[in-house]
């Protein structure tokens, strides 16, 4: 040990001999470079224990949640950072994945408490209790599902559900209130809003979707246009808008690609205007037809009748009949009998029913109108014929087909004429501004050798900027072969030249005054001893 102890001596002692022997120049670089590492080494440190060896375990926390995640960590003794306001926790790098298993067996972090709220029970728990708690796990359960939505960053919901009466008058309907926090720069639509009430109204019993309030964390009412009508009529109306102009820009589109392949771009303007139907409608339509060549008896119904009537011999009516007299031998009562037959027959018939179901956005036809506006310029170069009626009816031709126009389409009255409206006008040409005239640079400028010309003053810049750097190279390689760092470290700094940094103008004017008169003793001690006498006896007068 106490070999050790004078081996340790024996290096100080020649440290301290080997420090005595550098310069002042020496001792100041050497000094600098281990404040420089020492520096180096601190901020590494520093930054790797505050940074670098941390990672997010959990964020976005509540303050319960958060809580519970601290204590379990101090339990299992794993070393943790809290950041934005107790809502994030760092752990080591290391441990994160095992910290998140050994979390997640204690079931956190929990968020909203939701149906695990019945895993435990207490003994003489009420009935009351069971309700409250209930609500309660519906409520987490709701907030839960809410934020599993991409836009919901956070919800809350709370439920107030009335207690059940004998007296169905008396009862009160349920109602809720969801508050929803967005992710950052996030809004929602009035069909996600619906969306939430609707499943907010379905999970509790007797809950209307008119008693349910959803405000953002903004205090902005979103329920409220949600459940208005006139919202939903007026996505709808705009739906309708955008599938309306969609059709007319297609059909503008095919129409022009043809006019500027025949008669040249942006010399034919084409604007189509169309209606399209949005009624849900259906309709039957029912067809009786008899084939002659093919009657076939559906039913048959024979009937016939026989009647017969006996008369009996009787005196005939009048006065005769009060005068006794005798009958006439042969005559006396008969018998007659009548048959009748009746016949029905039903033939089949053949039966055609059809439904017809018109889609929404079938366009009217009837109402589709095209406008064409062609520039006289170009039409007799076109080979269009040589009338405007000609041409007319050729552009309608063509332009009819690419619109799906025609006038035999059964249940539309369509005419080309009406319904296609062809002019042909002069179109408005830009007038040209006025020449300027063409100085000498703009000549330069314009002429084709100008790029050939720059290229060459740009190679040429570019090669004397290479030979200049190059110089400098070669002029500092020499210099710092003359002087290198050898000579720097070699060169002496005097203390004096250190302390005068320090000394004010006053001092540094004696300082110099002083080493000249050293240096004039150094020269010529005669000559200097005669000024510091002639100095003396000027003191003393």
Same mark, same amino acid.
């Not at 120049?25 to 520093?46: D, E, F, H, R, Y």
């Not at 959803?214 to 009412?221: K, M």
């Not at 006139?230 to 709808?236: P, T, V």
């Given at each position: 040990?106490?070999?050790?102890?004078?081996?340790?001596?024996?290096?100080?002692?020649?440290?301290?001999?080997?420090?005595?022997?550098?310069?002042?120049?020496? %001792?100041?670089?050497?000094?600098?470079?281990?404040?420089?590492? /020492?520096?180096?080494?601190?901020?590494?440190?520093?930054?790797?224990?505050?940074?670098?060896?941390?990672?997010?375990?959990?964020?976005?926390?509540?303050?319960?949640?958060?809580?519970? /995640?601290?204590?379990?960590?101090?339990?299992? %003794?794993?070393?943790?950072?809290?950041?934005?306001?107790?809502? =994030?926790?760092?752990?080591?790098?290391?441990?994160?994945?095992?910290?998140?298993?050994?979390?997640?067996?204690?079931?956190?972090?929990?968020?909203?408490?939701?149906?695990?709220?019945?895993?435990?029970?207490?003994?003489?728990?009420?009935?009351?209790?069971? %309700?409250? %708690?209930?609500?309660?796990?519906?409520?987490?359960?709701?907030?839960?599902?809410?934020?599993?939505?991409?836009?919901?960053?956070?919800?809350?919901?709370?439920?107030?559900?009335?207690?059940?009466?004998?007296?169905?008058?008396?009862?009160?309907?349920?109602?809720?209130?969801?508050? /929803?926090?967005?992710?950052?720069?996030?809004?929602?639509?009035?069909?996600?809003?619906?969306?939430?009430?609707?499943?907010?109204?379905?999970?509790?019993?007797?809950?209307?979707?008119?008693?349910?309030?959803?405000?953002?964390?903004?205090?902005?009412?979103?329920?409220?246009?949600?459940?208005?009508?006139?919202?939903?009529?007026?996505?709808?109306?705009?739906?309708?808008?955008?599938?309306?102009?969609?059709?007319?820009?297609?059909?503008?589109?095919?129409?022009?690609?043809?006019?500027?392949?025949?008669?040249?771009?942006?010399?034919?303007?084409?604007?189509?205007?169309?209606?399209?139907?949005?009624?849900?409608?259906?309709?039957?339509?029912?067809?009786?037809?008899?084939?002659?060549?093919?009657?076939?008896?559906?039913?048959?119904?024979?009937?016939?009748?026989?009647?017969?009537?006996?008369?009996?011999?009787?005196?005939?009516?009048?006065?005769?009949?009060?005068?006794?007299?005798?009958?006439?031998?042969?005559?006396?009562?008969?018998?007659?009998?009548? =048959?009748?037959?009746?016949?029905?027959?039903?033939?089949?018939?053949?039966?055609?029913?059809?439904?017809?179901?018109?889609?929404?956005?079938?366009?009217?036809?009837?109402?589709?109108?095209?406008?064409?506006?062609?520039?006289?310029?170009?039409?007799?170069?076109?080979?269009?014929?040589?009338?405007?009626?000609?041409?007319?009816?050729?552009?309608?031709?063509?332009?009819?087909?690419?619109?799906?126009?025609?006038?035999?389409?059964?249940?539309?009255?369509?005419?080309?004429?009406?319904?296609?409206?062809?002019?042909?006008?002069?179109?408005?040409?830009?007038?040209?501004?006025?020449?300027?005239?063409?100085?000498?640079?703009?000549?330069?400028?314009?002429?084709?050798?100008?790029?050939?010309?720059?290229?060459?003053?740009?190679? /040429?810049?570019?090669?004397?900027?290479?030979?200049?750097?190059?110089?400098?190279?070669?002029?500092?390689?020499?210099?710092?072969?003359?002087?290198?760092?050898?000579?720097?470290?070699?060169?002496?700094?005097?203390?004096?030249?250190?302390?005068?940094?320090?000394?004010?103008?006053?001092?540094?004017?004696?300082?110099?005054?002083?080493?000249?008169?050293?240096?004039?003793?150094?020269?010529?001690?005669?000559?200097?001893?005669?000024?510091?006498?002639?100095?003396?006896?000027?003191?003393?007068?």
């Amino acid at each position: 040990m106490e070999n050790i102890i004078n081996r340790l001596r024996q290096y100080a002692e020649n440290a301290r001999e080997l420090w005595n022997k550098l310069t002042l120049n020496q %001792k100041v670089l050497i000094s600098g470079a281990l404040m420089l590492v /020492i520096i180096a080494l601190v901020m590494l440190i520093v930054t790797k224990d505050s940074y670098g060896g941390y990672e997010v375990l959990y964020t976005d926390l509540t303050e319960k949640d958060a809580a519970a /995640i601290v204590e379990k960590l101090d339990e299992d %003794k794993v070393p943790y950072r809290i950041t934005d306001n107790g809502s =994030t926790v760092l752990v080591p790098a290391d441990k994160k994945y095992k910290a998140r298993l050994n979390l997640a067996s204690q079931n956190l972090p929990r968020g909203e408490a939701g149906l695990e709220l019945f895993l435990e029970s207490s003994f003489g728990e009420t009935q009351t209790d069971k %309700k409250v %708690k209930y609500q309660s796990a519906l409520q987490g359960e709701l907030a839960r599902t809410i934020q599993a939505l991409d836009k919901v960053k956070a919800a809350k919901v709370n439920l107030a559900i009335p207690e059940d009466t004998l007296f169905v008058n008396q009862e009160e309907p349920p109602k809720a209130s969801v508050v /929803i926090r967005t992710q950052d720069g996030e809004s929602l639509s009035n069909k996600e809003v619906q969306a939430i009430i609707n499943l907010v109204a379905n999970s509790v019993e007797k809950l209307d979707p008119e008693n349910v309030v959803v405000v953002d964390q903004d205090g902005t009412l979103l329920s409220e246009n949600a459940l208005s009508n006139n919202a939903n009529a007026s996505e709808q109306v705009q739906l309708q808008l955008a599938l309306k102009k969609q059709y007319e820009k297609e059909k503008e589109n095919a129409i022009q690609t043809m006019l500027d392949k025949t008669l040249g771009k942006d010399n034919a303007v084409v604007r189509v205007s169309a209606e399209l139907n949005f009624d849900d409608r259906e309709q039957l339509d029912e067809k009786y037809t008899h084939d002659p060549d093919g009657t076939f008896v559906r039913s048959e119904q024979v009937s016939k009748a026989t009647s017969e009537s006996t008369t009996e011999p009787g005196a005939p009516v009048g006065t005769d009949v009060n005068i006794p007299q005798y009958l006439e031998p042969g005559t006396g009562g008969g018998t007659s009998s009548s =048959t009748s037959s009746d016949k029905t027959t039903n033939y089949e018939l053949n039966r055609t029913e059809t439904i017809t179901k018109f889609s929404q956005g079938e366009v009217k036809y009837d109402y589709l109108t095209v406008s064409v506006l062609v520039n006289n310029a170009v039409v007799a170069n076109a080979n269009l014929g040589q009338t405007d009626e000609e041409r007319t009816e050729k552009i309608r031709g063509v332009v009819a087909t690419a619109c799906g126009l025609r006038e035999d389409r059964n249940f539309e009255n369509v005419r080309l004429e009406d319904n296609i409206s062809i002019a042909f006008i002069d179109f408005l040409v830009e007038p040209e501004p006025e020449a300027q005239p063409v100085t000498g640079l703009q000549q330069l400028l314009g002429s084709p050798f100008t790029p050939i010309l720059f290229g060459l003053i740009g190679v /040429i810049i570019t090669i004397l900027v290479i030979l200049l750097i190059r110089r400098r190279r070669r002029e500092d390689e020499v210099e710092l072969e003359a002087t290198g760092f050898d000579s720097l470290v070699e060169e002496e700094i005097k203390l004096e030249d250190l302390i005068d940094k320090t000394l004010t103008p006053e001092e540094k004017e004696m300082q110099r005054v002083k080493q000249e008169i050293d240096k004039l003793i150094d020269e010529d001690p005669e000559n200097a001893a005669q000024v510091v006498k002639i100095w003396l006896s000027e003191d003393m007068r």
